[in-house]
């Protein structure tokens, strides 16, 4: 979660009841550190002993990232979507095409190139976005 609100506070400015069916999401989707997939915030609030319905899980993300609280990300290479806490800084993925796992990458390596670009071209640059796709260390030996 963007450390400057409590998920209260940020429902609250959203204009979204405080419900704790939303704060056991967030709560999910803020340990995670990445984005997730309706069915792995389903199943992981399942594992938690949350009850909560799928239905009530899919609602929840989307009017939570149709007030800006959530950003959808749709990771491609595939047709599912993902949701991301929406926070000042912005981050990217390394994807595992097998497994689907997604592992933040600790820093921006395109912020000099986005600059350089935005002088060469005379683009007023808005952002970006980059994932990397590949196979986790676990999906390699598997093929192996």
């Known amino acids: 979660m963007c450390q400057d609100r ?6 609250k400015a959203c204009g979204l009841k405080n419900t704790k069916q939303r704060r056991a999401i967030l709560t999910v989707m803020a340990n995670g550190g990445r984005p997730f997939t309706v069915d792995e915030v389903f199943l992981k609030l399942k594992s938690n002993r949350t009850d909560i319905s799928m239905s009530t899980v899919y609602r929840s993300l989307e009017s939570m990232s149709q007030k800006g609280m959530l950003k959808r990300v749709t990771l491609s290479g595939s047709d599912r979507m993902a949701y991301v806490i929406e926070c000042a800084a912005h981050s990217h993925y390394l994807v595992c095409s097998g497994c689907h796992k997604i592992l933040p990458i600790s820093n921006c390596p395109l912020g000099t190139y986005e600059a350089s670009l935005a ?24 093929r192996r």
Do not use: A, S
């Not at 409590?6 to 429902?11: A, I, S």
């Open 6 to 11: 409590t998920y209260d506070e940020r429902l």
């Open 119 to 142: 002088r060469e071209t005379g683009f007023q640059i808005q952002g970006h976005r980059l994932d990397i796709y590949g196979l986790c260390p676990e999906c390699q030996k598997e």
